[in-house]
């Protein structure tokens, strides 16, 4: 009976939905560590007539798996002799192919567009010639790209204040390094920001991921937004932050959308962040580590803006700068 009594009363505790905010969807940023920073580039790519720009922290080139977990694994990640990372002049074909078929936008959205890539010096996880081949692909489309390499940094978004030791790559990949990863990129994305607040002001709120597609594509039932108190009344620009692999809330609960640092400067510059989160998944979708879909376990559309998770966040977005 307990049982039962439990379980009518499960609704009552589901997140509400993601908030209508009235957000201007025509300067949207994105950024990601790692699996979330390949999924920004992805995001960018298949979207750039509405995203006007990303950054990278330990991401690759667009397409890098080509839909597969071994060339992800080794040639976008850990490339050597045999298994080197795909060249950019390859890559050019493929998305120049994507956009005659309309599957993404023209790319003469991405010339000018602004790109801010990191990779640490002691980063083993992905190796920083990934990150380099990145660079190279966003040149070769114009964008204004800015690469960070000189810090001594392991597989981790860096901070001045908050988690490991600065070459650690280890959970919950979150590092001291004296450097606020997300202060620079959101300065290069956006332009001049304001200083950000001491300590966040706004409302981090959870909401429910369900109706964007849940678990069968391998993404949570919640996520998370911060809203300044700004944002509550008047529209706001909107940057989306993606965890990497290992970093969502069931991994490391709410550390990566409190520390990673992008919610201070959000208070003082009328920015709403929007955390979509994954789920681990060990059956149908193969997913242990609860990573961003970047070589295909959810079809091989997942690179377009035909992909599941790709459609998923583009639509929390549409949410936001709704009435």
Not at 286 to 299: E, H, L, V
Request: proline content about 6%.
């Amino acid at each position: 009976m307990r049982v039962l009594l439990l379980l009518a009363c499960l609704p009552a505790f589901a997140a509400d939905p993601l908030p209508a905010l009235r957000a201007d969807k025509r300067e949207v940023t994105v950024s990601g560590l790692s699996s979330g920073g390949y999924m920004a580039v992805q995001m960018h790519v298949a979207h750039s007539s509405s995203i006007a720009g990303a950054g990278v922290i330990a991401g690759g080139p667009y397409y890098c798996a080509q839909g597969s977990l071994a060339t992800a694994l080794y040639n976008c990640m850990t490339p050597g002799a045999w298994t080197p990372v795909p060249r950019t002049e390859f890559m050019q074909a493929t998305v120049e192919g994507l956009a005659k078929l309309g599957r993404i936008d023209p790319l003469k959205n991405l010339s000018g567009s602004r790109v801010w890539l990191f990779t640490g010096a002691q980063d083993r996880v992905v190796y920083p010639e990934v990150v380099k081949e990145l660079r190279r692909f966003y040149d070769f489309r114009g964008a204004k790209t800015v690469l960070v390499s000189d810090k001594p940094a392991g597989h981790a978004i860096v901070t001045q204040t908050q988690g490991n030791a600065c070459g650690a790559s280890e959970t919950p990949f979150i590092n001291d390094c004296g450097y606020d990863a997300a202060g620079e990129l959101l300065r290069h994305l956006l332009g001049k920001l304001d200083a950000p607040s001491l300590k966040p002001m706004g409302r981090l709120a959870t909401f429910d991921q369900k109706p964007y597609g849940g678990h069968a594509i391998s993404m949570d039932d919640s996520g998370f937004v911060y809203i300044p108190k700004a944002c509550e009344s008047a529209a706001c620009r909107v940057h989306v932050a993606f965890h990497g692999c290992r970093q969502n809330a069931a991994a490391v609960e709410e550390r990566f959308v409190r520390e990673a640092g992008y919610n201070r400067w959000a208070d003082t510059n009328r920015l709403i962040v929007l955390y979509p989160q994954t789920v681990a998944r060990y059956w149908f979708t193969f997913n242990p580590r609860a990573c961003w879909d970047w070589w295909g376990y959810n079809g091989p559309a997942y690179h377009t803006r035909d992909g599941a998770q790709v459609r998923a966040v583009k639509a929390m977005i549409d949410r936001l700068g709704s009435q």
